[in-house]
């Protein structure tokens, strides 16, 4: 591991804002991504562009170590009305990798930085975060 943060490792603010203006466009016409209805919803406006990059930019700023500034919802908060499953988690994970890959960040980066993303998927994901805090009955087999 290395002493310096991922968020000095890949750029700082400038390329992790301009790594999220591209993948955000993606995000946004990616159609598995959308597949659900909840997110479409979101991502379906392009008026939530401007402030959905900005709250992206700077969780990724904090999460990769720089400085604190992310004023969102915590992840959970986030996304708990919208029902994501592993395979909506997915679509984004790939979109972010394959984005990452795109701009040429090195496979390093790419690699720490997924860690980061398949951290956070039980908070995102609406079955394990069902098991988490057990406040849904459970889905159907
Ligand atoms: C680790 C993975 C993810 C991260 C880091 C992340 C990050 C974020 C952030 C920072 C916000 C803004 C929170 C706020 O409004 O304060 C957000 C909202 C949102 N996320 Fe995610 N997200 C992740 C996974 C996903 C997935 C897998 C989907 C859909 C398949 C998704 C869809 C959305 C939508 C639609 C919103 C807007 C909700 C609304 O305001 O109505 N996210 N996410």
């Known amino acids: 591991m ?3 943060s991922l968020y000095e490792r890949l750029g ?3 390329a992790i804002a301009g790594a999220v203006d591209v993948l955000v466009d993606r995000l946004f016409e990616n159609a598995g991504v959308n597949a659900n209805e909840a997110v479409h919803a979101h991502h379906g406006d392009p008026a939530n562009g401007p402030g959905y990059k ?3 930019t700077a969780w990724s700023i904090e999460a990769t170590g720089g400085p604190k500034c992310y004023p969102g919802l ?3 908060a986030a996304h708990t009305t919208l029902h994501i499953t592993n395979e909506h988690f997915d679509a984004v994970r790939f979109e972010i990798e394959a984005t990452l890959r795109f701009l040429g ?4 980066e790419t690699a720490e930085f997924m860690e980061i993303i398949e951290h956070y998927r039980p908070e995102v994901v609406e079955q394990q975060k069902v098991e988490q805090v057990g406040a849904l009955e459970p889905a159907a087999a």
């Open 2 to 4: 290395s002493s310096t």
């Open 12 to 14: 700082g603010t400038y």
């Open 54 to 56: 900005f709250l992206v």
């Open 74 to 76: 915590d992840m959970i």
């Open 105 to 108: 960040v090195p496979a390093a």
